[in-house]
Every structure is written in C-alpha cells, then in structure tokens.
C-alpha cells in the first residue's frame, strides 16, 4: 500500500461526502494556466484516502478554505444542482483595503474574464453576480504605503449568492476596497507590504464556512475552517480576534440580517 506523502486536513467525511480545509496555493485540479504546478487537491485527497473523488465547486488556487467532494459520480451530479440552484450558503473572511461600509449588498454583472488560450468572435455578455458582505472590524496602520501617512484595511465577512469566476476579489475591487494579497485586482504596494513586513504572503480571503443539505439525507451540514498560521497571526496582531469571535457565536449568516 502506497503511503500519501502530504495530507489534507479533513473537516467532514462519511460515505457520500467529503470536505477538507484547502491550504491556499493549492490548484484544485490540473490547469492549463499553471502548467508548471504538480500538486493538486483532488490527485493528493484521492491518495490520502484510497478512491476517486469529485469536487463539488471550486477554490482559486490562492484561496483556502472549505473545499467540498462527493465520492460518487451521482452525489457529484446531485451537489452540483445543489449550487446551479443557490442552495448552498458560502462564508468568506476577506481583508481588503480601506474603512468599508458596515454592510453592503453588491450587485455588479460580471464578464468572463478573457483568457487568451481561447479565440472568441465576440465578447461574452455579463452576468449577474450578487454579493453581500459585512464588516467586522477596522484597523489602521501607522505606515505610509501610498499617498496617505497612514493606511487602513477592514475586516468583513462576504457571502456571494452567485459564483462567477473571481467575483469577491473583482466585486471588492469594483467598489474599491480591494482584497489583499490580490495579484490581480488588487493594489501590489499594499501586497508587497503584508508580505515582506507583516508576514502573510497570500492572499487574504478563505472559504470560512459552506452550509448545505446532504445529497442523501437532507440533513442541514454546516462545515467551518479555521485560518492556517500565516492569516490567524494577522487577525491577532491586528487586535481582531474578539470582534471574530463574536461574529461567530452570533450568527455568521449575514442574510439573517439584512
């Protein structure tokens, strides 16, 4: 029997399901984007537990968090209307850049972004993608990363009710409050100083929570991931643990509240 040499942290597992808390970094299958990558979250979960697996959805590869697989192609088909239908809640913790608005409900169509492997006649037509979101904290840093004496970032949790490609990190940038770590969207002096002075080279928006019904049992399955070290330091040194703490206890939904 073959031993996995790098294991995934499981979160739920049982005879239709399984969910683990994906590191960020980490391309949930093969991609002609990152040719050079050898490490994928279905090949090392397959070899970690011994059988196929079938994501449910996915993660950006700079994303971590509650990545959810069925272990049959019919559970696999049953989760994927789940999503097609908006029946499954998903929770992201975010840092973006300046003071946000308490909450927010953004609704911005959203193009396909353009990929340049694939020659199209005419441009794809936008799509709807709503998100909302809810701030949990504020933070100011004495350092001077652009043009202001001293910068400010937020703390809020996001819950999108449609899944376009990159739509929190390109919804946040919409309403100019950027994600951080954002090599794309986002602002790369920011990024550049929470890597090389606060430690946390990467991008800062996790896959905290995905609540759903199980494909068999209808059961309510709610899944929660922690913070890998990198992001949890932050939340400590920025003094936002207490503020985290609560919004869980309280109700991490933020449809309950509006």
């Known amino acids: 029997m073959s031993v996995c040499a790098e294991s995934l942290p499981i979160l739920y597992r049982d005879e239709a399901i399984i969910a683990i808390n994906k590191p960020s970094g980490l391309l949930v299958h093969r991609s002609p984007i990152d040719r050079h990558e050898t490490r994928f979250a279905i090949q090392l979960l397959r070899d970690q537990i011994g059988?196929?697996?079938y994501p449910a959805h996915r993660l950006d590869k700079p994303t971590s968090g509650v990545l959810l697989f069925a272990l049959n192609p019919d559970v696999a088909r049953s989760l994927a209307q789940s999503f097609q239908a908006h029946q499954v809640a998903k929770s992201y913790l975010a840092v973006v850049r300046g003071f946000c608005a308490d909450s927010g409900h953004i609704d911005h169509p959203l193009t396909e972004e353009p990929d340049k492997r694939i020659a199209r006649s005419q441009p794809a037509a936008p799509q709807d993608a709503v998100t909302d979101f809810r701030c949990l904290a504020h933070h100011e840093l004495e350092a001077e990363i652009?043009?202001?004496p001293t910068s400010r970032y937020s703390l809020v949790l996001a819950e999108p009710k449609t899944g376009r490609r990159h739509q929190l990190r390109?919804?946040?940038k919409h309403i100019s409050h950027p994600i951080i770590g954002d090599a794309k969207h986002g602002r790369g002096r920011h990024n550049r100083y929470f890597a090389e002075q606060l430690d946390c080279p990467r991008?800062?928006?996790h896959a905290a929570q995905l609540n759903f019904k199980h494909p068999l049992t209808q059961?309510?399955?709610s899944l929660r991931a922690d913070l890998d070290d990198s992001y949890s330091q932050l939340i400590t040194r920025f003094g936002w643990q207490e503020k985290?703490?609560?919004?869980?206890r309280a109700d991490p939904s933020i449809s309950e509240q509006r």
Do not use: S
């Not at 985290?244 to 869980?248: C, D, G, I, S, V």
């Open 51 to 53: 059988q196929y697996v």
């Open 146 to 148: 652009e043009t202001y």
């Open 170 to 172: 390109r919804h946040f």
């Open 203 to 205: 991008l800062l928006l």
């Open 219 to 221: 059961q309510e399955i």
């Open 244 to 248: 985290l703490t609560e919004a869980w």
